[in-house]
């Protein structure tokens, strides 16, 4: 099974970014620690899982991203930063595409500001995962896996 790890705007500066709401690791950080879970995913499922990164600060590149995942058959772990609230875009890209979407955030989107509370994804993502930092990531590609195997068979 393939999921794309796609990360929206700001993210690239996670480590330096406002650490104490998004932590202390880096992209790159969490990017290993999903290529380690992958692998025993992987073994345990008796399945390869093939991981693929990117991150972009702009909105049209993302849609594009959201789409090739899509039109592709791979899950998408979907970090759209700001524009979770925002992209109308994004969320006709999900449906358009018939993308598998767990949305992630590092932080708990509903316990910061009012504008944070509302997602514009959400609702054609298959779930959300918010407030668990990095391990968020982790929980998703967990999550994604066994349902990218039930749509094979
Ligand atoms: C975020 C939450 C968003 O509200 C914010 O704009 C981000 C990061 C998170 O991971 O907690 O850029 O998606």
Same mark, same amino acid.
């Given at each position: 099974v /393939?999921?794309?790890?796609? !990360?929206?705007? !700001?993210? =690239?500066?996670?480590?330096? #970014? &406002?650490?104490?709401? @998004? +932590?202390? *690791? $880096?992209? /790159?950080?969490? &990017? $290993? #620690?999903l290529r380690d879970k992958a692998a025993t995913l992987g073994r345990n499922a008796g399945v390869a899982v093939d991981l693929a990164f990117a991150q972009t600060n702009i909105e049209g590149e993302l849609v594009t991203l959201v789409q090739r995942a899509g039109? &592709? +058959?791979?899950?998408? %772990? *979907? =970090? /759209?930063?700001? @524009? $979770?609230? $925002?992209?109308?875009?994004? #969320?006709? /890209? %999900?449906? +358009?595409?018939?993308?598998l979407v767990v949305e992630v955030h590092l932080s708990n989107v509903h316990a910061r500001e009012q504008f944070r509370h509302h997602s514009m994804i959400a609702a054609v993502a298959h779930g959300v995962i918010s407030g668990f930092g990095a391990t968020g990531y982790e929980l998703a590609l967990e999550a994604i896996v066994p349902l990218l195997q039930g749509r094979q068979q």
């Open positions: /393939a999921v794309h790890i796609l !990360n929206g705007p !700001n993210l =690239n500066l996670l480590g330096q #970014r &406002e650490p104490a709401i @998004y +932590g202390s *690791l $880096t992209l /790159a950080d969490i &990017e $290993t #620690r039109l &592709e +058959g791979a899950g998408v %772990i *979907l =970090n /759209a930063g700001a @524009y $979770t609230h $925002t992209s109308i875009a994004l #969320r006709d /890209a %999900i449906a +358009g595409a018939g993308a």
